[in-house]
């Protein structure tokens, strides 16, 4: 269903009028008219940009606040050793370490200690995967058992199953049943042993293709997966292809490759004491949730994912496309959505599984991306808002240590500040000639203008004249005398929304163009500014 295009009244949603950077067209001196026309009519907008530029100091300005939030959680939790960090803009713009990182020598954690990330690394093998993938290597609808010979052997739940595919094992769902438990304690497995488990069969929870199951064996499948197709060990293909050319040389899959006087022992809380957790060392399951790293190391990763955001022109680095990494960070399969009920609001959560990573909207922000990981001894958060630069890691030594909520009030407290805003989009310059126009429209109808501006549905859709004599009424009913007053507010590239003020009142001018180039207008909505505020896209949901 398309949206109605006929002139009506206009609820303005309150945030459509707070301030803002506006793009204007650029007026320098064309060599030619058409190149000026050329210019004036094109589609391709700049990267969407901050609008505040005092934004990183008012974040800077809540770091103590976080602090004091992260030091109660980790004493009330008795989180043996801990580390945290926060990432704005691709820099750690602010790291802690505090506790214990050995009991029995009472050595203390700082911010070069090496932490367990367990499940984190999982997305450290969706980007090896799209590696291989991008150059042609593997594909990801292909079935794995192209790939791993084992599975070909595999006995299907029904006869109507489609064969697994690598999309299948690195979304969690290839059928296969949870399996956090057991495959805590698979880290170490060799290689032989996995691949007599897989010719041994694995049973079917779901059918392939059709339900999202958390599954660490799908994950040691991809794996063996990079092994076969790259023809070398995964952990020689992640320290050369990935974790060297990104400067993270303190990250390993070995716990015995850590200097012992910087490592974080793992510890579980039994009987008020705590209890070391040996370490396992790496297996063929170490894919799924064996890699060690310190914060400094993990923020470079955060960085990394969230140098994919905005899109944009320039280089992109040697180890993935920006593309490949938005696409790692899109909801691939949907695990469902939730609402809970506080004491003051409803709030609301959807999201599912991207490539090795969870992707969430809530009704404050439209995307977080985020993974966590638990064993024995350790418990970890990485957790980004693309649309915002900021993201926040934790790292703790105590078995499964429950960050998310803790990580989740840190947010609540960098946006408090006000600072916490998405980048805005930016519109074409052909969006800025077209709402020039249809300005002029409104203040004086022309019929050469209207047509010149038009897309072939807009007089279909109503007649040129019955908008003639809405938009007529609608501005003499203000007053007349209407221009263009605050800023131009731009949903995307090719849509946005203006305030007109007028003698007695204001005009709310909504347009969105065309996928035609040049881009004319598809759709025209002309109205008064109303004092009840409907809800912009992506705005808040809580009420």
């Known amino acids: 269903m398309r949206p109605d295009t006929s002139v009506r009244g206009f609820a303005a949603p309150k945030s459509l009028w707070r301030p803002a950077c506006v793009l204007l067209v650029a007026t320098g001196i064309a060599t030619h008219p058409l190149a000026a026309q050329s210019s004036a009519l094109s589609s391709i907008a700049p990267p969407a940009r901050f609008a505040d530029p005092d934004r990183a100091a008012k974040l800077r300005a809540a770091f103590p606040t976080v602090d004091s939030l992260m030091a109660a959680f980790a004493a009330q939790r008795r989180v043996p050793g801990f580390a945290y960090g926060i990432v704005i803009d691709g820099q750690l713009a602010h790291v802690v370490a505090g506790g214990i990182r050995d009991t029995r020598s009472n050595a203390r954690t700082d911010t070069a200690t090496v932490f367990r990330i367990a499940s984190m690394s999982k997305s450290f093998a969706a980007v090896a995967i799209l590696q291989l993938r991008d150059a042609g290597k593997l594909s990801l609808d292909e079935p794995a058992e192209r790939y791993v010979p084992e599975l070909k052997s595999l006995r299907y739940a029904s006869a109507d199953a489609p064969r697994i595919t690598v999309r299948h094992l690195m979304t969690h769902s290839a059928g296969f049943p949870e399996d956090n438990p057991w495959g805590d304690q698979q880290l170490d497995a060799t290689e032989d042993a996995f691949s007599a488990m897989m010719r041994g069969g694995i049973p079917f929870s779901t059918v392939p293709g059709t339900n999202y199951e958390y599954s660490n064996y799908g994950f040691a499948i991809l794996g063996r997966i990079v092994t076969n197709v ?216 022309s019929a050469p203008l209207a047509d010149s501006l038009a897309a072939m549905n807009l007089f279909r859709d109503e007649s040129a004249e019955r908008r003639q004599s809405q938009i007529a009424a609608l501005r003499d009913a203000a007053g007349g005398e209407c221009r263009n007053e605050g800023p131009f507010i731009v949903e995307n590239a090719l849509r946005g929304v203006w305030r007109m003020r007028c003698a007695r009142g204001d005009l709310a001018v909504r347009i969105t163009l065309a996928p035609t180039e040049p881009a004319q207008v598809q759709f025209l909505s002309v109205g008064t500014v109303g004092r009840e505020m409907s809800l912009a896209p992506g705005a808040v949901c809580r009420r």
């Open 230 to 445: 790259s023809g070398m060990p995964y952990t020689r293909y992640l320290r050369e292809r990935i974790l060297n050319p990104l400067g993270m040389r303190n990250t390993t899959l070995e716990t015995r490759d850590v200097d012992p006087n910087r490592l974080a022992y793992g510890y579980r809380l039994q009987d008020d004491k705590w209890l070391l957790e040996p370490p396992l060392p790496d297996g063929a399951f170490g894919v799924m949730g064996g890699m060690l790293t310190t914060p400094a190391d993990l923020s470079r990763w955060v960085a990394f994912m969230l140098d994919a955001w905005p899109a944009r022109d320039g280089a992109q680095g040697t180890v993935l496309s920006r593309s490949s990494r938005r696409e790692m960070q899109q909801i691939q399969r949907f695990s469902g959505a939730s609402a809970f009920a506080g004491a003051n609001a409803m709030t609301l959560n959807a999201g599912g599984y991207g490539y090795g990573l969870r992707v969430n909207q809530n009704c404050d922000f439209r995307s977080a991306v985020s993974h966590t990981g638990g064993l024995p001894g350790y418990g970890s958060i990485m957790k980004w808002l693309p649309e915002h630069g900021v993201g926040i890691i934790a790292l703790g030594s105590l078995t499964y240590t429950p960050w998310t909520p803790t990580v989740d009030q840190a947010f609540e407290i960098l946006k408090r500040t006000g600072a916490l805003e998405p980048r805005e989009p930016q519109p074409a310059p052909v969006l800025e000639t077209r709402r020039a126009q249809v300005s002029r429209l409104v203040q004086q109808w």
